[in-house]
């Protein structure tokens, strides 16, 4: 692709990023034309439309019309009828999509996948399927519904006609248009036969950008990052949906109380790290002479982020009760710092979540892989989330 094709792919891609992260109120007619049309791949007629202010009351009241569903119904929507057999038509645009893109566009297609699509999944997992997720009951399966309506797949495909050229039949493109604008007027929709229920976006929105492509995540460090009008709100810490306290009142008594969290005083691991008790591995690792400590604040250390910019390791304690130190002398050069806990601390992590080290001092280490690379010996290679 040329300097300016690929200029104008970010562009679209930021175009569609645009409307999954919009807190504007939903353009109800263009919404309900487009979930009309996609019915009407379907064979259906035209649904009657309940609107709602949040995916909360959506999965927790029934229109007039419908019978309530069982509690765990709600959680398997990606099972229901309709879901389904919308899940069906997108896969099979999606493969007819292809079969016109690939033989002749695979390079640019490629391209278009990596730099528009999978930076556009990253976002939309995070600030427009997770606020979703959080509506359902805990340890809910993930819905591939909520996918089919994320944004990703119809920008990848809407790149490849106006950014590099690629033609579709007019069939296919008036199929493309009817989720294109489904996905950019309003937020998710749950359709059963003769009524589709569809949610308001949300009146506040607010990300941090973590990736290299400009991927954002749900992150709020003071307040709610998501509400919708009807107040109901989720709170989030750089990607991971978290209890309102860890934002508002973050004291470590709180996950003290938390019987979900281990305590562990010897050595574990943590995604890419190893948290080994200090008089385990010295003299190997040691506190520099000169080094200086810094108190662990409530809202916590920054230990470690992934590569990529990815999820970050933090290290969390009550005031007073850890200090960190990065100045560290270690043989081996894998140690990040040490720190000493008079009380219990918490290293937390948005996919790994949380583990509670007991008082006494710790070596925060990189793990490290060994791949074999020729007769000369082998070579570390630093584990990275």
Known sequence: MSVLAQREAAAIREEWLGHALSTRPADRPAAEAA???????????????????????????VPPGLRPPPAQGMDLVSEWPLPRRFHSVATGLCLDLDARVRPRYRTVDQWIHRDVRV??????????????????????PWPAWYRIQSVAWVAHYDALRRAAGVGYTPEQNRRLDLWAAAAASCGPWWPHEHVCVVSERPV???????????????????????????????????GMLVP????????????ERSARIPVVDGLHAQGDLIVAPLALIAPAVAVRPEARWTDVPPEGVELLRGAAGGN?????????????????????GLALGIFEASAVVYLLHPEHGATGCASGAYVVRRQREHVSLDWHGRAARLVAD
């Open 119 to 140: 930076p556009a999944e990253r976002s939309t997992d995070s600030a427009f399927v997770l606020p979703i997720l959080a509506a359902h009951r805990p340890s809910h």
């Open 312 to 332: 970050p390791h933090t290290l969390v304690a009550d005031p007073g009760t850890c200090r960190w130190t990065a100045d560290v002398a270690d043989a081996e």
């Open 204 to 238: 506040v929105l607010r990300t941090e950008v973590w990736g290299d492509d400009g991927e954002v995540r749900l992150h709020c460090p003071d307040g709610r990052a998501v509400r919708y009008a009807d107040g109901w709100d989720v709170h989030a810490w750089h």
């Open 244 to 255: 309102p306290w860890v934002i508002t009142d973050p004291a470590v008594g709180h996950l």
């Open 35 to 61: 979930i009309s049309g996609l019915y009407g791949l379907l064979g259906l007629a035209p649904p009657r439309f309940h609107w709602v202010p949040s995916p909360f009351t959506a999965l927790t009241t």
